[in-house]
T-cell receptor
Framework: EPEVTQTPSHQVTQMGQEVILRCVPI?????FYWYRQILGQKVEFLVSFYNNEISEKSEIFDDQFSVERPDGSNFTLKIRSTKLEDSAMYFCASSETGGQAPGTQYFGPGTRLLVL | DAKTTQPPSMDCAEGRAANLPCNHS???????VYWYRQIHSQGPQYIIH???NNETNEMASLIITEDRKSSTLILPHATLRDTAVYYCIVRAVSNDYKLSFGAGTTVTVRA
């Protein structure tokens, strides 16, 4: 069964450093998403991406964040200058369609980011 | 901006059916009901979704009331591996890409 994969599974970085989280969405999917979950809190939407541009983003997704689909398989989330409060689990998701049902989103296992 | 209300927790006996309620009294005609679960900080796992008809797949059944203001997710024979946080999410058909997760229901299946 196709699945979303994410690398690395864990990432430790120093405050102020840049990190890139990588995702390989399901191969025939066209819509890609990033979510995050701070420990003990809700899963929060960050951004959705389609046709090489952002289709929707949340207030969390400020200028320190960027997304890119550098090739035909990878989807990345870059955090330019990490802060302590960026420590969280980051989930990538993908779907065949976007707003139209049945645009079911399938999630990867996540990357646990720890900013020291 | 929560659109759904779920009990914070519930217990279920292994092998029995687990019935998870969800209230979505302000649901609009173009909004679907989605259910996901999250097992111990893993990525959310899709379970099922529906608009107004009852739905069943290999994982669960979804019963939506006729007025669509509430729904019930049924896990027919709960196992210990079904212990997870279950999220009921209302999502519009168009122009609404994101899934808005609430706190969900923590379901504990006991042997």
């Amino acid at each position: 069964e196709p699945e979303v994969t994410q690398t690395p599974s864990h990432q430790v970085t120093q405050m102020g450093q840049e990190v890139i989280l990588r995702c390989v969405p399901i191969s025939n999917h066209l819509y890609f998403y990033w979510y995050r979950q701070i420990l003990g809190q809700k899963v929060e939407f960050l951004v959705s991406f389609y046709n090489n541009e952002i289709s929707e983003k949340s207030e969390i997704f400020d200028d320190q964040f960027s997304v890119e689909r550098p090739d035909g398989s990878n989807f990345t989330l870059k955090i330019r200058s990490t802060k302590l409060e960026d420590s969280a689990m980051y989930f990538c998701a993908s779907s065949e369609t976007g707003g139209q049902a049945p645009g079911t989103q399938y999630f990867g296992p996540g990357t646990r980011l720890l900013v020291l | 901006d929560a659109k759904t209300t779920q009990p914070p927790s519930m217990d279920c006996a292994e092998g029995r059916a687990a019935n998870l309620p969800c209230n979505h009294s302000t649901i609009s005609g173009n909004e679907y009901v989605y259910w996901y679960r999250q097992i111990h900080s893993q990525g959310p796992q899709y379970i099922i979704h529906g608009l107004k008809n009852n739905e069943t797949n290999e994982m669960a059944s979804l019963i939506i009331t006729e007025d669509r203001k509430s729904s019930t997710l049924i896990l027919p024979h709960a196992t210990l591996r079904d212990t997870a946080v279950y999220y009921c999410i209302v999502r519009a058909v168009s122009n609404d890409y994101k899934l808005s997760f609430g706190a969900g229901t923590t379901v504990t299946v006991r042997a």
